[in-house]
């Protein structure tokens, strides 16, 4: 890949996962850290530490060629800004969900001082030729946050979760003024064009903002926008599919199956991942298709995730109590519907999992991409590849058309889905994965950071900088 040989790439999101090669960071990570290891750079982000009194000490560190710089927070910190405003306010909002979204000032305070003190302690590393690139929604207003500081750099902004419609980000307190952090930036990205569509929605009918194509006009800012849908290293998830790991995976999850066909669903433990609608869809099944009902099996993975907030807590313990009841009243003694699994498992052991199932159930209610649906493409035997059931509401459905589409609220859309896949036809698995595959190999991770930072990289800093 081609960068701009002065300048460096300085990452900045909530968490740094950069450096360690052994398969078990994610595709965004792998991702970020070779277009760093390319370009020179620094990954900057939340240490996870805790300290009792926040110093803005910086920890230089280099892994796996990249240069990361760790900062820890107070407790209320991450109490107000990363329990409170990223996870309890924004997540759900985000999420169409409002029923579970907590508006409280607290939160937005402790959010806005989180984000002044990652900009204090970053601004030192900005050097004068740098591109910032910030992730994420924990983040907003860093971009902000810099200009104040001085900073006239090219910054980018990648959103990796959904847009809200408007009516639903209007109930925010303040929603207009977070909004306008977001206007220090010279680069928006999201997910997919639906998502970029209801931002410009908000920006014109909220607060005058004008679009002129590509780009969004405030006052004296302009701001491009993009939809740029995330991707997965493809190449690299397919040979962990061949892994030794991920064949002994494969096998013992063949043998143990004694002939019936697995479903997989791999998941945080997230409300917006729809996994009470899914077993619900899958109970729908069961009752609907007694006879083909011992033929299969749902394999759940979910690691917990976010226990610190308790709507979290909460959809673990009703999944545990709707599992405990769909095995309770469908179980024989050879046979158990749904077998449930509360951790996580290294990535090529999740590859040969995903390669051994018939059917990938990838159900959210609303997900700004999901890469399960892309792993699961990838991991599938080109001669005897799976079915991925998908949900409409997730990013990753504007680009996979070969999958099996559903509306996740209806259990009877999931039903029919499952039948529809297990009666496919060998040909026709292999013409869908075929079309899937061809995206999940073209609109790789790779394609992603290019298609972004090539923008990014183009775009003059005008109007952007401080009066
Ligand atoms: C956000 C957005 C967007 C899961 N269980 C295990 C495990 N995982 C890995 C998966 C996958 C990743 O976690 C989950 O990625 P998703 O994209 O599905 O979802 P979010 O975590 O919600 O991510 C999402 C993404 O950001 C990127 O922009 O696609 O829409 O919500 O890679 O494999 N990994 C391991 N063990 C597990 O048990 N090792």
């Avoid at 980000?169 to 003024?177: D, F, M, Q, V, Y």
């Avoid at 609907?288 to 394999?299: A, G, T």
């Avoid at 698995?429 to 595959?437: A, F, Q, S, V």
């Amino acid at each position: 890949m081609e960068f701009h040989p002065l300048s460096r790439l300085i990452v900045i999101s909530n968490r740094v996962s950069a450096g360690n090669s052994n398969g078990a960071q994610g595709g965004l990570a792998v991702a970020l850290t070779s277009a760093l290891r390319e370009m020179g750079g620094i990954w900057f982000g939340w240490s996870g530490e805790l300290t009792e009194e926040f110093s803005g000490q910086v920890n230089l560190d280099r892994k796996g060629g990249v240069t990361t710089a760790t900062v820890d927070l107070e407790e209320q910190d991450v109490e107000e800004y990363y329990n409170g405003y990223a996870n309890r306010t924004l997540w759900p909002l985000f999420h169409y969900r409002i029923d579970l979204a907590e508006y409280e000032r607290d939160f937005a305070g402790g959010y806005r001082r989180a984000n002044e003190r990652f900009a204090e302690t970053v601004r030192p590393l900005i050097e004068r030729d740098d591109v910032v690139w910030v992730q994420d929604y924990h983040m907003f207003p860093l971009g902000e946050e810099l200009r104040r500081r001085g900073c006239r750099n090219r910054m980018g902004f990648f959103l990796h979760i959904p847009w809200p419609p408007r009516r639903l980000l209007g109930t925010l307190p303040g929603a207009n003024r977070l909004v306008e952090t977001l206007f220090a930036y010279d680069v928006i990205g999201f997910q997919t064009a639906e998502w970029l569509e209801a931002f410009c929605d908000f920006v014109r009918e909220e607060m005058g903002a004008r679009i002129e194509g590509d780009v969004v006009v405030l006052g004296k800012r302009r701001v491009r926008l993009l939809d740029c849908p995330i991707g997965i290293d493809a190449r690299e998830f397919a040979g962990l599919a061949a892994s030794p790991a991920a064949r002994l995976a494969f096998r013992q999850m063949r043998d143990s199956a004694v002939g019936r066909e697995m479903i997989v669903g791999v998941d945080r433990l997230d409300y917006s991942k729809g996994l009470e609608e899914r077993f619900l869809g899958y109970e729908r099944f069961l009752t609907e298709h007694p006879e083909e009902r011992k033929e299969v099996f749902l394999l759940q993975i979910a690691p917990p995730s976010r226990a610190a907030v308790e709507s979290y807590q909460r959809i673990r313990s009703t999944l545990e109590g709707l599992s405990g009841r769909i095995n309770g009243a469908h179980a024989d003694l050879d046979w158990v519907p749904i077998r449930y699994v509360n951790q996580g498992y290294p990535r090529d052991v999740l590859a040969g999992v995903y390669r051994a199932a018939r059917i990938g159930l990838v159900t959210p209610l609303r997900d700004g991409m999901n890469l399960v649906a892309k792993e699961y493409v990838a991991a599938q035997d080109p001669e005897d590849p799976g079915v991925l059931i998908l949900s409409r509401f997730a990013g990753a459905a504007s680009q996979l058309e070969g999958a099996v589409l559903v509306n996740p609220y209806s259990a009877e859309e999931m039903s029919d889905a499952i039948m529809q896949a297990l009666r496919m036809p060998l040909s026709e698995r292999i013409e869908r994965w075929r079309r899937m595959m061809d995206n999940v190999e073209q609109q790789d991770v790779m394609w992603w950071l290019k298609r972004f930072t090539d923008v990014l990289f183009e775009e003059a800093p005008a109007g952007n900088v401080p009066a």
